[in-house]
């Protein structure tokens, strides 16, 4: 349901009448100086006569003068309709085609005249359509080779394993990856809002002080020539550690005009270096006294060679007795830390089957053996070092080939809770453990520092070891080791745009100025703006309604960032009104399961922060957002646009109904899609603002401070909820 608000300050129907009062006024002072003319030319006779006459048609002089306004008002209307209110009409059509919306054609409105000029104007808009589009063609053809380059450089950043964050010399972020996303997500709440984004600053994300000390280090490399420009820190983000290196963008001076910053999650490393260090002190502690007791033991029978028998048979079973206690002791904690004191080996995550695929194509092509594997395609993902590791197992079956001749093997893959089992099976002579022990021990292939690894190092890296058995039933012969499993990292799927790519970057920002403190003198294409919407039970937000649905997308640098959207419906803890579900098609079933305002708006809010709020008829939508405030401590104290008003100044000449948002988007050629959705409403009120920017800079209205003055003015902005 469209919120309509009053006209005008003076609206048509005001103008009209000021304009038939001054025409009455203007006949009649008329009609009296002409009939005062002809008084003072009569002689005294033909006064009386006269007069007589008027008295006697009283009725008459009154008749004319109550059907005057009428006469004239339809004089008046015909011509206002013809001529000045169609040309002022027809300024704005110009305007618009010109401006805006080349397909926009102006109406066939008026006297005849203004018909002829109607189509003439689109005559002119016809061709200058076709001219626009043979310009716009051969503009399009000269950026194919950019557009490949920024296609080319969204690929890299998308597909970069490392999250990657590039900033201008005031911290705001004007490029990312997904990788950087997932990392600096700020909960695990489910909500949407992502705190990462075009225009942001990356002290919201990371700790300023580490950043701005990192800077300072890099200026003074710059000062001392150093070639090192690169800083390194570490910051603490959400639970987690994350290492950072930072290096400089430097512009033409030389100076810091930005910087990049790639981040690395070290948390489970430095996890793993405490729980080794705390093992190591455990260790010693623990040990320090067996040891101290097996060496005075050991020094007293040293000492007194000529102990009796029974003595030291004593001092033999407590050095027996606390070298077992050692020896249990370190065996536990080598079992309860294995992973812990394990050497820390780059392993990837790699399905299981892919390895496999991997087996099988090594063995054919080196030594012939076909490999056939058993069992379901499970989806068991394995860390290894899949290199390595196939080049072992290589050498394992080039033996087994070389000594049993072996020229088929099947491979299995079995879970066995935290651990995947790899089984190569083959029938003929059983491999002695024995052997398996000495192949272990045989170095095989190349490394590239000219070092061969051998099976058991690289069995070590995996934390695994081998074993040999028969299976008594089918009497086959089994290889058999065992791999950690693993859950990889999923890295959200990014949403699509317009384009073949998301657009994540946008250079121009390396020239923004800051946000603060001259917000009001910025102008309206270089805001950065959050674009809202609600849907909400009912129209009256004083009476009790509340929302259920909040939408929002932001705008950056003059361009609508779809990808960048916040979308939450919201538990309203009461009932929706009828008619208000009739127009936004949310029930009280899809709201069941959903947050409380009080969780959803603060995440709104960071949404929103340090943004221009935009929204069509805005004073409704933040009448709701008020109304909460004492109850979730949230506030929203930056400026607010509406769509509404803006259209209003953009198109004065519109009546009412012509500043609806459908209204505004088809005069203007934005597409509606998802109308009535918080987010979709959200969408077409960002296109329809930044298509109103440039006809609002023909009227003079080229900053936030002379938007909002401007708004002001209109009876629209006074209307209450």
Not at 602 to 617: G, K, M, S
Request: with cysteine; aromatic share 6%; net charge neutral.
């Amino acid at each position: 349901t469209e919120r309509r608000r009053a006209g005008l300050i003076m609206g048509p129907r005001t103008r009209f009448a000021l304009w038939l009062g001054l025409l009455c006024a203007l006949v009649i002072a008329l009609f009296g100086a002409v009939g005062l003319a002809l008084w003072v030319d009569l002689d005294v006779a033909q006064r009386e006569a006269l007069r007589s006459m008027l008295q006697a048609r009283v009725m008459l002089g009154v008749l004319i003068a109550v059907l005057l306004p009428f006469v004239l008002g339809g004089l008046l209307q015909m011509w206002l309709s013809a001529y000045p209110a169609a040309a002022l009409r027809l300024a704005e059509e110009v305007r618009l085609i010109h401006g805006v919306n080349p397909q926009h054609r102006a109406a066939l409105a008026g006297a005849p005249e203004m018909r002829q000029l109607a189509r003439a104007i689109n005559d002119f808009a016809q061709a200058h359509a076709a001219l626009r589009g043979d310009v716009d063609a051969r503009i399009e053809e000269a950026n194919a080779r950019l557009a490949q380059e920024r296609n080319r450089l969204a690929a890299l950043m998308s597909e970069l394993a490392q999250s990657v964050l590039v900033c201008n010399a005031e911290a705001r972020i004007l490029l990312y990856n997904a990788r950087a996303t997932q990392l600096l997500r700020s909960d695990e709440s489910g909500l949407s809002g992502s705190p990462v984004g075009l225009g942001r600053s990356i002290f919201g994300l990371l700790d300023k002080a580490l950043i701005v000390h990192a800077l300072d280090k890099i200026r003074l490399r710059i000062e001392q020539r150093n070639a090192d420009l690169v800083a390194h820190f570490v910051a603490a983000r959400a639970g987690r550690l994350l290492r950072a290196q930072m290096a400089p963008v430097l512009d033409q001076r030389g100076e810091v005009g930005g910087f990049v910053l790639m981040l690395e999650d070290i948390t489970r490393a430095v996890e793993t270096g405490s729980r080794r260090d705390f093992l190591l002190q455990q260790l010693t502690e623990g040990t320090r006294a067996s040891l101290a007791n097996i060496r005075a033991a050991a020094e007293t029978v040293q000492r007194y060679p000529d102990m009796e028998a029974e003595r030291r048979q004593r001092f033999t079973e407590v050095i027996r007795d606390e070298a077992e206690k050692l020896s249990v002791r370190l065996d536990e904690s080598l079992a309860g830390h294995a992973e812990t004191l394990r050497p820390q080996w780059p392993l990837e995550d790699m399905l299981a089957t892919d390895l496999v695929v991997a087996l099988q194509r090594s063995f054919a092509a080196t030594l012939g053996v076909t490999a056939r594997h058993e069992g379901a395609d499970e989806p068991l993902w394995v860390s290894v070092d899949s290199y390595s590791l196939v080049q072992a197992l290589t050498h394992v079956m080039r033996r087994l080939t070389q000594t049993f001749g072996v020229t088929e093997v099947a491979l299995r893959l079995t879970a066995e809770r935290r651990l995947v089992r790899l089984s190569l099976r083959w029938r003929g002579p059983s491999l002695d453990p024995a052997q398996l022990h000495e192949w272990e021990e045989q170095p095989f292939g190349m490394a590239g520092d000219g070092q061969a690894p051998t099976l058991r190092e690289v069995l070590e890296r995996h934390g695994s070891e081998a074993w040999c058995q028969t299976d008594r039933a089918s009497g086959d012969n089994l290889l058999s080791l065992q791999l950690l499993t693993s859950r990889p990292e999923r890295v959200p799927a990014t949403p699509e745009a317009a384009q073949s790519r998301p657009v994540y970057y946008d250079f121009d920002l390396f020239n923004q100025p800051g946000q603060r403190p001259e917000l009001d003198e910025r102008a309206l294409a270089e805001l950065a703006c959050t674009v809202f919407d609600t849907e909400t039970t009912g129209l009256s937000p004083s009476d009790g309604d509340e929302i259920i649905s909040i939408g929002a997308v932001r705008i950056v640098n003059g361009r609508l960032l779809k990808q960048e959207c916040f979308d939450q419906l919201v538990n309203p803890r009461r009932a929706v009104r009828k008619e208000a579900q009739q127009v936004h098609g949310i029930s009280a079933q899809m709201l069941a399961d959903q947050p409380g305002i009080e969780q959803v708006l603060p995440v709104f809010h960071r949404f929103a922060e340090d943004t221009v709020l935009v929204a069509h008829n805005a004073a409704f939508d933040m009448r709701f957002l008020q109304l909460k405030e004492a109850q979730t401590g949230v506030r929203f104290v930056q400026p607010v646009l509406d769509t509404l008003l803006l259209s209003a100044l953009a198109h004065p000449g519109h009546p009412d109904a012509e500043h609806q948002l459908e209204r505004i988007a088809a005069r203007l050629g934005v597409h509606v899609i998802g109308r009535h959705t918080a987010l979709g409403d959200a969408i077409v009120t960002g296109e329809v603002f930044l298509k109103l920017v440039p006809l609002l800079a023909e009227r003079g209205i080229r900053t936030l401070k002379q938007a909002r003055e401007a708004s002001r003015k209109t009876l629209y902005a006074k209307v209450d909820y």
